[in-house]
C-alpha cells in the first residue's frame, strides 16, 4: 500500500515509517522539520542523538535496499504543495502524525496558541481538503489525544455514544472537554474529521492515542536509526521524563499528589495499533474513534515503578512530588473504552516494567547528553 | 458600563451599537472593514445603502450629543493592537460580532476556509488571551449559532446535559455536529470560550442564535442610521432573501423540499436578547449557553408567509422550490429548548408577520439595488 506519513520526523513517525516500510508498503514520509528546532529553542534536545531526517533515511535506504521509503520536507499548511505532492504520490493511507504534541508548549501566551493552532487545525483543514481533491479514496489516520475527553464522571467511550433525552435517542460525538490549548486544537481536529466524512465521504480513524512510552522499536537496529527521545517539560510525555530523571539520578517528579490517571502505551504498540488502523481501514464516509492505549495507570504509581526499576541498574533516584504547574483534575474517576482496536487483533507485545528496563538500557549512554538539558525537565510555564 | 462591540460594522453590530448608546452604555466598537468588501467581491451589496462606519458615527454622534459612540478600525486577530486598544478602553463587556457569517461562503474551497478559521477561530483566541491580560473581569458575549448543534434526533438544551452512561451522570457540553465549515469555526469557538472560563475564570455567555430576520429598530431615525441589509446567496439569511425576492416580484427560492425547521428571531430582538446577556452577567467561571431565537419555523411556511404578506403590496412573487445547494437534511425532528433568555426578561416585541410588512416597506424603495445585485440571489456554490 502507498502510505504517507506526515510528521515522519517525529518520534512516532520515524518509527512508524521503518515498520511499515518492512511490512512491505511503500512509504513516503514528509515533515516541516520544526519538532527539533522547538526543542532545542526550549534549551533541549533528544537524549538520543539524531542524524539528520535525510541522512536516516540514506542509512534505512542502505540497510533495506529492496524497501522503499523516502523522506521530504513539506509543510502540510503550504497548500498547493501539498496538494501536488498527493497528486504525484497518490497514497492510499494518510497517516497524520505532524502536530504540535504539547500542552505545557501551548500554554506559553498567545503566540504559542495561534502558531498551536495554524500548524495542527488549519495544518489539519488543509490536508483534509487537499485529500479531498487529490486522493478521495485514501483512508486517513490521525493522532489525536485522550486529553479530548478530559476526566469526566461517567465512562468515556470510543469517540460516539447513545444520548438520551426525554425519551428521544440519537448517537452522537462524545463531548469534548479540553485541559490546555494544544488539547483544544485536537478537540476542534475531532470536530473538523468527523464533518469531512459526512461532507466529502472521508474515511478517517482518529486516534485518540494515551501517553507514549519507550525508547525501542524492532527496526531501530542501529544508532543512525533510532528515533528521537525528548524529556523536557515541553516535549517529554510522563514517563520518559521520569525515566530521564531516574537514568541521572535526579528526582522523579510526578505533579500534585499524582493521582492523576491516564491511559499509556508503549511506542513499538502504538506503532502496531497505527498500522491495524492503516491496514484494516473504515468505509467512505466513516469517521472511526479508536482509543489507543494498553492500560490505565496512576502517576504516582509509575513514579514509585520507574523508582524501582531502576534500582535494578543500581540507580537511586527518590519520588518527589512537585507543584502542579497544570490545571487538572488530580484524583478523579476515569474509566475510558478500548475495545476497537483489541477487536482488530490488537495484543500488546510488552508490558511497561519491561520497556522500563529497556529504556534505561537505551538512555544510560546518553547520560551525558540529559544532563546537558537537565534544566529543561522542570516545568518552565504554569496553567494559572 | 463600558461595552466594546467587535464587529460594530455590521448587520447587528450596528443595530447594537446604537441601542446600547441610547441606554446609556458607553459604547465603542472595532471592525476590520471586510464584511462589505466580501459582499461586494461576491457581486452584491447591501440592499438599504449605506454611509460609511465614519459617517454613520458622526451622524449619530451629531443627533445624539449626550450620547457616547465611537467606531474605530481594528482587526482582533492583530493581537498587539487589540490588547492596547482593550488596555485604553478597559471594557466592561465585550460583545464579540466579529465573525464571517456565511455558511455558503465558507464552502467556496480551501482559501475560505483557512480565512474563515483566521477571521472567526483565531481571531476569538487572540480575543480571549488579551481579555486575559488586559480585562480579565470584563464579561463575554459571543455571537455562536445554533448550527452548532446541528439537527439530532434528541431534545437540544443550552448548552449543557446531563450525560448518564452506565449509571453515572455528568453534567457535559452537549455535542457540537457542524454543517458546513463556517458552522465548524463556531463548534471550535465554543470549545474555546467553554476553556478559556475554566482556565482564566473569564465570563462568557455563548449566543447560539437562530436566523435573523428584518430591516428596523427604533434607532434607525434617519436614513444614515439604517443598517445593512444582505440579500446574497452568501451573506443573506433565509427570510431576508426571501423578501428580496418577494420585493422584485423573482420567484421565492426555498432550497429542496423546504422541510428544514429553524429558529429565528427578529433583528430588534436579537438586539433585546445580546442587551440581556450584557446587562446580567454571569459570575466569573461560568460558561453560559443562551439559545437565542423566538420560534421554530419550517422553511416553506416562511416561503408561503412572505409571498402571502407580499399581496398585501400588491407584489405577486410565487414560491419555487430549488435544488438544495447544502448538504442538510430537508425533514428532521427539531426541538430546540430556548428558556434561559425569557428567564433573564426576554420578551417578543414584534411578530414575524408585522415584521415581513415592516421589511416589505422598507425595502421596496430599494427595488433598484436589490434588481441590480439579482444574480446574488441564486446559489453559486454546492456542498457536494
Not at 495499533?273 to 473504515?282: F, H, K, R, V, W
Request: glycine fraction near 8%; include cysteine; charge should be negative.
Amino acid at each position: 500500500m502507498r502510505v504517507l506519513i506526515v510528521g515522519v520526523d517525529g518520534y512516532i513517525g520515524w518509527s512508524l515509517a521503518m515498520y511499515l516500510a518492512k511490512r512491505g508498503h511503500r512509504v513516503s514520509g514528509i515533515d516541516n522539520g520544526t519538532r527539533r528546532i522547538r526543542v532545542e529553542e526550549g534549551g533541549s534536545g533528544s537524549a538520543i542523538p539524531l542524524p539528520s531526517m535525510e541522512h536516516r533515511q540514506f542509512a534505512f535506504n542502505e540497510a533495506n535496499p529492496d524497501l522503499e521509503l523516502s523522506v521530504g520536507r513539506l509543510d502540510v499548511v503550504h497548500y498547493g504543495d501539498l496538494c501536488r505532492y498527493l497528486q504525484d504520490f497518490d497514497p492510499q493511507a494518510v497517516v497524520h502524525l505532524g502536530e504540535i504534541p504539547s500542552a505545557p508548549y501551548s500554554m506559553r501566551g498567545y503566540n504559542h496558541i495561534a502558531t498551536n493552532y495554524e500548524n495542527n487545525v488549519i495544518g489539519t483543514l488543509s490536508l483534509l481538503h487537499a485529500m479531498h481533491l487529490e486522493c478521495p479514496n485514501a483512508a486517513l489516520v490521525k493522532l489525536g489525544t485522550m486529553g479530548t475527553y478530559g476526566t469526566p464522571n461517567v465512562p468515556i467511550p470510543e469517540g460516539w455514544f447513545d444520548c438520551t433525552i426525554d425519551g428521544h435517542t440519537d448517537r452522537l460525538m462524545f463531548p469534548h472537554k479540553p485541559s490546555s490549548w494544544y488539547h483544544a486544537t485536537k478537540c476542534c481536529d475531532s470536530t473538523n474529521v468527523e464533518y469531512a466524512c459526512r461532507l466529502w465521504g472521508l474515511a478517517a480513524t482518529d486516534i485518540h492515542q494515551g501517553v507514549v512510552y519507550g525508547t525501542r522499536t524492532d527496526e531501530m537496529l542501529s544508532d543512525e536509526l533510532r528515533t528521537r527521545f525528548d524529556f523536557d517539560s515541553d516535549f517529554g510525555t510522563a514517563i520518559n521524563r521520569f525515566v530521564a530523571q531516574a537514568v541521572i539520578e535526579s528526582e522523579i517528579t510526578p505533579y500534585g499528589i499524582g493521582g492523576q490517571r491516564r491511559g499509556f502505551i508503549a511506542l513499538r504498540d502504538s506503532i502496531q495499533c497505527l498500522t491495524l488502523a492503516i491496514e484494516n481501514q473504515g468505509h467512505n464516509g466513516e469517521y472511526r474513534v479508536f482509543n489507543q492505549f494498553e492500560e490505565v495507570y496512576q502517576l504516582d504509581e509509575l513514579a514509585a515503578l520507574v523508582s524501582k526499576t531502576a534500582k535494578e541498574f543500581g540507580l537511586n533516584p527518590v519520588v518527589r512530588h512537585v507543584d502542579n504547574p497544570r490545571m487538572e483534575a488530580e484524583s478523579h474517576f476515569y474509566e475510558p473504552a478500548h475495545k476497537h482496536l483489541l477487536d482488530l487483533g490488537y495484543k500488546p507485545t510488552t508490558d511497561m516494567q519491561q520497556q522500563l528496563r529497556h529504556m534505561i538500557e537505551d538512555l544510560m549512554p546518553h547520560r551525558d547528553r540529559i544532563l546537558k538539558y537537565k534544566e529543561a525537565i522542570s516545568p518552565s510555564v504554569t496553567w494559572r
